[in-house]
């Protein structure tokens, strides 16, 4: 009995997780093994993208249209992986998110992409019907405006059979749509495109239609491609030492595997690093100015996250407790 009982405190349960929630082995993140838990559930998550094939033209035009339909699909009986998740039928969780890159990939040179993120907000735009709406990452809609994009205003000749889809991120201080991935452009959805065809197809169409990053009374936003680079040590830090190429503030950076295919929720095939954690996690030396988030007391990156995820973990508690309280009310 009592080795059990020392094997259940040895136990970790696995999971995806968050940019707000701890690694169940971050702690261990610096130590050298020859397969840690990040690196393989990476492993994992690109062979379940390889197994699973899902109908996105389909889905793409539901989310354009808004047409979802209460009864159960013929792909509902798919035997969908922990690692890769179905599709949500509606608008929340459609956008792929990031994970803390505690564990820095053996092939971060040949296999990933680099994107510099602004400050902002993660938005997913939708445009169909000459309309271009915009929902956050939990599928609230936000806003609706015309725009310049394929499908987005009611001036366009074809609008009311194209629709695009964007997962970008808006800076409010200069009304701009910072244009991260590509899902679907002209009613082409390429979802299950790798990373490295999505961005140079992003780059393609957004150049056909230059007007979209111009403000106007059609196009109240503006709608700029963020670019992507390589990962080679000369490049991230030719990168992060030269000038930026947005006009505001530098957020972090995100790096994309070349291979992955655009998924909804959180996915280990795409890592989060704030500037300041260059120097520490790649050995990447980085101008002062792009360290101006950087905590006063900032020590390491182990010990600045524990401290934010105790800070996520005691609002998260607040959040219900309050929740609670006012369905109390609510019954009394």
């Given at each position: 009995?009592?080795?059990?009982?020392?094997?259940?405190?040895?136990?970790?349960?696995?999971?995806?997780?968050?940019?707000?929630?701890?690694?169940?082995?971050?702690?261990?993140?610096?130590?050298?093994?020859?397969?840690?838990s990040?690196?393989?559930?990476r492993?994992?998550?690109?062979?379940?993208i390889?197994?699973?094939?899902?109908?996105?033209?389909n889905h793409?035009r539901?989310?354009?249209?808004?047409?979802?339909?209460s009864?159960?699909?013929?792909?509902?009986?798919?035997?969908?992986?922990?690692?890769?998740?179905?599709?949500?039928?509606?608008?929340?969780?459609?956008?792929?998110l990031?994970?803390?890159l505690?564990?820095?990939?053996?092939?971060?040179?040949?296999?990933?992409?680099?994107?510099?993120c602004?400050?902002?907000?993660?938005?997913?735009?939708i445009?169909?019907?000459?309309?271009?709406?915009?929902?956050?990452?939990?599928?609230?809609?936000?806003?609706?405006?015309?725009?310049?994009?394929?499908?987005?205003?009611?001036?366009?000749?074809?609008?009311?059979?194209?629709?695009?889809?964007?997962?970008?991120?808006?800076?409010?201080?200069?009304?701009t749509?910072?244009?991260?991935?590509?899902?679907?452009?002209?009613?082409?959805?390429?979802?299950?495109?790798e990373?490295?065809?999505?961005?140079?197809?992003?780059k393609?169409?957004?150049?056909?239609?230059?007007?979209?990053?111009?403000?106007?009374?059609?196009?109240p936003?503006?709608?700029?491609?963020?670019?992507?680079?390589?990962?080679?040590?000369?490049?991230?830090?030719k990168?992060?030492?030269?000038?930026?190429?947005?006009?505001?503030?530098?957020?972090?950076?995100?790096?994309?595997?070349?291979?992955?295919?655009?998924?909804?929720?959180?996915?280990?095939?795409?890592?989060?690093?704030?500037?300041?954690?260059?120097?520490?996690?790649l050995?990447?030396?980085?101008?002062?100015?792009?360290?101006?988030?950087?905590?006063?007391?900032?020590?390491?990156?182990?010990?600045?996250?524990?401290?934010?995820?105790?800070?996520?973990?005691?609002?998260k508690?607040?959040?219900?407790k309050?929740?609670?309280?006012?369905?109390?009310?609510?019954?009394?």
């Open positions: 009995m009592e080795e059990l009982v020392n094997l259940a405190s040895e136990v970790q349960l696995s999971s995806a997780y968050d940019v707000s929630n701890r690694h169940p082995r971050f702690s261990q993140y610096k130590v050298k093994k020859k397969m840690t990040q690196i393989e559930r492993q994992k998550f690109l062979e379940s390889k197994q699973h094939r899902y109908d996105y033209m793409a539901k989310l354009a249209e808004n047409t979802w339909s009864e159960s699909e013929d792909d509902d009986e798919m035997d969908w992986s922990s690692e890769v998740k179905k599709p949500s039928r509606f608008y929340k969780n459609q956008l792929m990031s994970e803390w505690v564990e820095v990939p053996e092939d971060l040179l040949n296999e990933w992409l680099l994107v510099l602004p400050v902002g907000k993660r938005s997913l735009i445009t169909s019907h000459g309309e271009t709406k915009v929902y956050t990452k939990k599928g609230f809609l936000l806003n609706k405006f015309s725009s310049h994009l394929p499908g987005g205003n009611r001036r366009q000749k074809f609008n009311s059979s194209e629709y695009t889809i964007l997962d970008c991120i808006y800076n409010t201080e200069n009304k749509y910072y244009i991260l991935d590509v899902m679907c452009w002209r009613g082409h959805p390429v979802f299950d495109s990373t490295e065809f999505r961005f140079y197809w992003l393609c169409k957004t150049d056909e239609v230059p007007e979209i990053q111009v403000k106007s009374t059609l196009n936003f503006r709608f700029i491609p963020l670019l992507s680079y390589s990962c080679s040590y000369d490049s991230i830090h990168v992060v030492n030269s000038p930026l190429p947005f006009e505001c503030q530098l957020d972090g950076l995100l790096f994309y595997h070349k291979r992955t295919i655009y998924t909804g929720g959180v996915t280990p095939l795409v890592g989060w690093l704030k500037a300041y954690m260059l120097p520490e996690i050995n990447i030396s980085v101008p002062e100015d792009l360290c101006a988030d950087r905590p006063k007391s900032y020590s390491s990156m182990r010990n600045h996250l524990s401290i934010a995820f105790a800070k996520h973990e005691k609002r508690q607040e959040d219900e309050l929740l609670n309280e006012i369905e109390e009310d609510m019954v009394t």
